[in-house]
Each structure stands twice: as C-alpha cells, then as structure tokens.
C-alpha cells in the first residue's frame, strides 16, 4: 500500500465513521433456531476460461490464464445443458477495482454449455453483445434473458466507455445436433435495465427493478409487457426475487438517494396474479441484497448469498466520495484510496447461511450454510428442481468460477 500502513489504514476507517444510511427495519432479529440444511450440495465442474482474445492488457491464452469467474452472468438451464454466458470481471493480472489498470470492469460475451450426460463443458461460441447483470430464468423454451448492461458488439471494459443499459429480452437454446445457440426474440423491455429480478407464475414472467414492475404473458408476447402497480415499499435495485406458490416475492435491495446515502432493505413483498394485490410478508432477519431466490416444492423458498454487512458498504463508499472529491493522483485522494483497497483486499465475505421462507406459514428460518464462498450477483439456476450456483461474485472485484449443485 503506498504511504499507507495497514494499522494507519485501520485508524483511518475507525475515525471516518459511516455515510448515513437508513435500514427499512432493525437488522439485528435472529431468523429462528439454525436448522440442519435440508440440501445435499455437490460441486460441479468450473466455468472453463474465457477466450476471446480482443485486449493485451488480458493475458488471454497465457499457460496461467484460467477462469476467473463472472459476476452477473447468463446461467440458466434447458433440458439437459447449462447454459452460462456474458458476466463481468477484472482480469488485468492483480489489478482490481481500486488500482490503476487500463479497462477496469470487463464484460465478456463469451458462452459456455455444460452438457449433464457426459459432464463435461464445451465453448458455445460468442453472444452478439457482451453483457452481464440480467435477470435469467430457466424455461421450457430455453433460458430466458432479460436486459442486462454492457457493450454491443463485443467485449470493451468501463474505463474505455461507460456501459450501456439493454433492454433485451429473448431466449438462448443450445441445439445440440447443430452444436450452436439459437436466440429467439421477443418484445423488449419497457425501457433498458440491468440488476433487475424476474419470476414465471401461470405463464407470466414479472420483473422488478427500481420503481418499475412489469409483466409479459409468455403465450402472448405480441401483447407487449404490461405496467403493473409498484410494491408498497421503496424503490430499489439489486433486489432477490422469485415465483413460488401462485406468487412473485421481492425481497430486499438496496438504494442510493439524492444525498448519496443509502437505504439497505430487509422489508419483503409478495404479488398474487389472481388477487392482483401486492402483501408485504414478514421481513428477512437480515439484507441479502444481490443474492438469489430458489422455489423448493410448494411452499418453500430458499435464499442464498448476497450481502448483509451494511457497515462495510458504508464505511467503503464514504472513503470513495472522500476520494472523488480529492484532486485525483494527489496525497488526499491516494490516501483514501488506500483505504477502500485495504477494506477491499480483506473483505470477509458475503451472507453465508441459508435462509428458508416458508409461504403458508409466513416465517424465516436459517436452513444450513452455502457449502463455498458465498455468491452475490449471479441467479439462481432450477435446473429440474434443483439450485445450481454457477458463478458470481465473492468479494469486491473477486469472482468465482465454482459451480455448484443442491437437491433438496
């Protein structure tokens, strides 16, 4: 660290105190007498390595070059592949988010099939854009995909020009005989997000994401999608939402308001399609924002990863703001950033328990520990039942190439 000891360092963050941030309730309830998990993990083969070679700054093809995990990928499955695509990362050799590099974030448009009968990965060839932070949904019709933000065209990275919000929508198949992806189109988005949350009940996907909450009938995508009233609760993003017993829940978020400071949300809604009536539902014991949402038979819901240390978050944006507002390069701004890389380098994770909700009763309880590195920013796959894990994100600008597999 330059000019920086890690007990200076510490001194610092102590001193500065937080950035205001409000919570949508207290963050302190216990969830209920830790359960034994209810879920039998197993590992599956990693992500393979991405290959397109378009920068020199990415040591692609290097005998050391590997995966090096994605945040916000396409991963969904279809029938008997799994389909995982685009996602972002930082892959200049020990440079991330808070030391000088050239392309900062980098979104791929790299794919990648895993073919369950013979266990193995192969290359799916590449997307039309390089995207990442969708909100994907396993169907009969192949891997829904919904927006996302990114670059047309192909792979670029965030300090060459900012990202571009989408609002796409289609579904990719693998086709096996012609050992190809095929898209197929439909309507788009109402207008362009990324880190939104979708759901299917009855044939009807809804999605969520800011102040917005929409609605196409899969049987009827000529109809085009459909405003729905909001939820009874803020605004918000990177929220965690799923279908299960004839509803939509939303749970949890994040928000940054007109003064910069934060709300982190632990309030939860649900939306019945047949009483066309959001209900607020009992409030997670804590955040789990940037985490996923898995149904488990009828009335089950299962919450993994995502981030609950609200403390950190505000502690590292206020030494970000401290730093923008400095002269950038100078003492003063070198200074705080060396205490968002300390924060950074020894991050200790995100939400490693595994909460379970059950809809009849309206009630939390913690149902085991994720068996890795817990994820934040990649979605829950139901691959026939099952939550496959593929991916994500495990610490600030750190990625994970672990796929992993629960029954339950």
């Given at each position: 660290?330059?000019?920086?000891?890690?007990?200076?360092?510490?001194?610092?963050?102590?001193?500065?105190?937080?950035?205001?941030?409000?919570?949508?309730?207290?963050?302190?309830?216990?969830?209920?007498?830790?359960?034994?998990?209810?879920?039998?993990?197993?590992?599956?083969?990693?992500?393979?390595?991405?290959?397109?070679?378009?920068?020199?700054?990415?040591?692609?093809?290097?005998?050391?070059?590997?995966?090096?995990?994605?945040?916000?990928?396409?991963?969904?499955?279809?029938?008997?592949?799994?389909?995982?695509?685009?996602?972002?990362?930082?892959?200049?050799?020990?440079?991330?988010?808070?030391?000088?590099?050239?392309?900062?974030?980098?979104?791929?448009?790299?794919?990648?099939?895993?073919?369950?009968?013979?266990?193995?990965?192969?290359?799916?060839?590449?997307?039309?854009?390089?995207?990442?932070?969708?909100?994907?949904?396993?169907?009969?019709?192949?891997?829904?995909?919904?927006?996302?933000?990114?670059?047309?065209?192909?792979?670029?990275?965030?300090?060459?020009?900012?990202?571009?919000?989408?609002?796409?929508?289609?579904?990719?198949?693998?086709?096996?005989?012609?050992?190809?992806?095929?898209?197929?189109?439909?309507?788009?988005?109402?207008?362009?997000?990324?880190?939104?949350?979708?759901?299917?009940?009855?044939?009807?996907?809804?999605?969520?994401?800011?102040?917005?909450?929409?609605?196409?009938?899969?049987?009827?995508?000529?109809?085009?999608?459909?405003?729905?009233?909001?939820?009874?609760?803020?605004?918000?993003?990177?929220?965690?939402?799923?279908?299960?017993?004839?509803?939509?829940?939303?749970?949890?978020?994040?928000?940054?308001?007109?003064?910069?400071?934060?709300?982190?949300?632990?309030?939860?809604?649900?939306?019945?399609?047949?009483?066309?009536?959001?209900?607020?539902?009992?409030d997670l014991p804590w955040c789990v924002t940037a985490g996923l949402a898995h149904a488990v038979g009828r009335t089950g819901l299962v919450v993994a990863g995502g981030d609950k240390d609200i403390d950190r978050w505000n502690l590292i944006e206020h030494h970000v703001a401290l730093r923008n507002a400095a002269p950038p390069g100078s003492a003063e701004w070198q200074r705080h950033n060396d205490v968002v890389t300390w924060i950074y380098d020894h991050h200790t994770g995100f939400n490693g328990e595994l909460l379970r909700y059950d809809t009849r009763r309206d009630r939390w309880t913690v149902d085991?520990?994720?068996?890795?590195?817990?994820?934040?920013?990649?979605?829950?796959?139901?691959?026939?039942?099952?939550?496959?894990?593929?991916?994500?994100?495990?610490?600030?600008?750190?990625?994970?190439?672990?796929?992993?597999?629960?029954?339950?």
């Amino acid at each position: 660290m330059t000019d920086l000891t890690r007990r200076a360092a510490l001194a610092l963050a102590a001193a500065a105190g937080p950035v205001a941030w409000t919570a949508s309730s207290a963050t302190t309830t216990a969830a209920g007498s830790t359960a034994d998990s209810g879920a039998t993990w197993r590992r599956l083969p990693d992500v393979p390595a991405n290959t397109t070679d378009w920068h020199d700054a990415i040591p692609v093809g290097e005998p050391f070059w590997t995966q090096l995990g994605l945040a916000g990928p396409i991963a969904g499955a279809h029938v008997d592949h799994l389909i995982v695509a685009g996602g972002a990362n930082f892959p200049e050799p020990a440079l991330t988010a808070t030391r000088a590099n050239t392309l900062g974030k980098v979104y791929w448009n790299d794919a990648f099939v895993y073919d369950r009968r013979t266990q193995r990965w192969r290359d799916a060839g590449r997307l039309p854009d390089a995207v990442g932070y969708t909100a994907t949904l396993s169907t009969g019709d192949g891997v829904l995909v919904i927006g996302g933000e990114g670059y047309r065209g192909g792979p670029s990275g965030t300090l060459q020009r900012p990202a571009e919000k989408f609002a796409d929508v289609y579904h990719l198949r693998w086709d096996a005989r012609r050992e190809r992806l095929d898209r197929t189109d439909l309507p788009p988005l109402p207008r362009p997000m990324s880190y939104a949350v979708a759901g299917i009940v009855d044939g009807v996907v809804y999605v969520a994401e800011g102040a917005d909450f929409v609605a196409l009938d899969l049987d009827r995508p000529d109809r085009g999608w459909t405003a729905l009233p909001r939820w009874p609760g803020d605004p918000r993003t990177v929220a965690v939402g799923a279908a299960q017993d004839g509803r939509f829940f939303l749970l949890s978020g994040r928000a940054q308001h007109a003064d910069k400071s934060w709300t982190f949300y632990r309030d939860a809604y649900a939306y019945s399609p047949r009483h066309r009536a959001w209900e607020r539902i009992a409030d997670l014991p804590w955040c789990v924002t940037a985490g996923l949402a898995h149904a488990v038979g009828r009335t089950g819901l299962v919450v993994a990863g995502g981030d609950k240390d609200i403390d950190r978050w505000n502690l590292i944006e206020h030494h970000v703001a401290l730093r923008n507002a400095a002269p950038p390069g100078s003492a003063e701004w070198q200074r705080h950033n060396d205490v968002v890389t300390w924060i950074y380098d020894h991050h200790t994770g995100f939400n490693g328990e595994l909460l379970r909700y059950d809809t009849r009763r309206d009630r939390w309880t913690v149902d085991g520990w994720f068996p890795g590195p817990p994820p934040a920013t990649t979605p829950a796959v139901n691959w026939d039942g099952d939550l496959v894990v593929a991916s994500g994100e495990v610490g600030p600008g750190i990625r994970t190439p672990r796929v992993w597999q629960a029954s339950f």
